[in-house]
């Protein structure tokens, strides 16, 4: 691997004026615990010539609420977010991914902001975080900004932030009565594996049991981006919840995903496994909800 520099700024605000004097590029990339990035320099799929350290930043390891919102400073690490009081049992769906995400090692390490700015279909927040309608606040010298999420991910390790901005965290609304959330994720093992799949489904529904609100989510809709399937959400929205509602998704699930084939698995595998597991994380809501 070839030598790069490593700069580790005092203080958040010294590290805001410094990318805004030395601004991110092909080159030079933000780190925190670099369980992500090292590798890929490692591998060749990405050139570095400077490292500017985030982990010292302590300021941006938090988990809290704030007027009906919850909020995870970008440094937080999945065991920081996975322990924290505030991710009650309503928000049981992140330990559910975290189960999956990796070992200790990783998890200790792993940090929120890090899966974020990934912006790839192996992080397994991002498929949560979409269906919680999470939006992200940016930071840079002179300015602040607020985006939902959605608008963040531009593509495959594509994403909305300037050279001279850092995320700083990730909000959503705190799970509302009679709503519920959860995921699932398909790989080679169980655990310490990039999915072949992931899915999230959050769901709301009124005291008749019709869905209000719907949102799936999948690592890969539209080729190797993390998105949500608005097509198949809408069938969902003013029916009924109960299994026999889940049928009628499948051609429309089907129709909406465009997955590709990679050396892991093919596209129709991808798309077969999709459907089994919507109904997995539709059934489990199903059952939060207690709807028979």
């Not at 790069?4 to 080159?27: C, G, H, Q, R, W």
């Not at 490292?51 to 010292?56: E, I, K, R, T």
């Not at 169980?190 to 999915?195: D, E, V, Y």
């Not at 026999?244 to 892991?264: A, G, H, K, Y």
């Amino acid at each position: 691997m070839r030598r790069f520099d490593m700069y580790v700024p005092a203080n958040f605000d010294d590290l805001l004026a410094y990318i805004d004097e030395n601004p991110t590029s092909t080159e030079t990339h933000l780190i925190a615990n670099g369980s992500d990035i090292i590798n890929r320099i490692q591998r060749g799929q990405l050139k570095a010539r400077t490292l500017v350290d985030l982990s010292g930043l302590g300021e941006l390891n938090y988990v809290k609420k704030d007027n009906g919102a919850i909020k995870i400073g970008a440094l937080t690490t999945i065991s920081d977010l996975i322990n924290s009081p505030i991710i009650d049992s309503s928000l049981e769906v992140f330990r559910e991914a975290a189960s999956k995400f990796g070992g200790p090692a990783i998890r200790n390490v792993a940090t929120v902001g890090g899966n974020i700015c990934a912006a790839s279909s192996s992080e397994d927040l991002l498929p949560i975080l979409l269906v919680l309608d999470a939006k992200i606040r940016l930071r840079s010298k002179r300015n602040e900004r607020v985006i939902p999420l959605e608008e963040f991910l531009k593509g495959k390790r594509q994403t909305d932030l300037k050279p001279n901005e850092i995320l700083v965290e990730t909000m959503f609304e705190e799970l509302a009565d009679r709503s519920a959330c959860t995921f699932e994720k398909v790989g080679m093992r169980n655990s310490l594996i990039i999915a072949f799949v992931n899915c999230a489904v959050y769901l709301r529904a009124d005291e008749r049991s019709r869905i209000l609100e719907a949102r799936i989510a999948f690592n890969r809709v539209a080729g190797k981006t993390p998105a949500r399937a608005k097509r198949t959400e809408e069938q969902l929205k003013g029916v009924t919840v109960t299994t026999d509602t889940l049928s009628c998704l499948e051609p429309v699930l089907r129709s909406e995903l465009r997955t590709t084939s990679d050396f892991r698995v093919s596209a129709e595998y991808r798309s077969d496994v999709a459907w089994v597991l919507l109904k997995r994380t539709l059934s489990k809501c199903i059952r939060e909800l207690g709807v028979s």
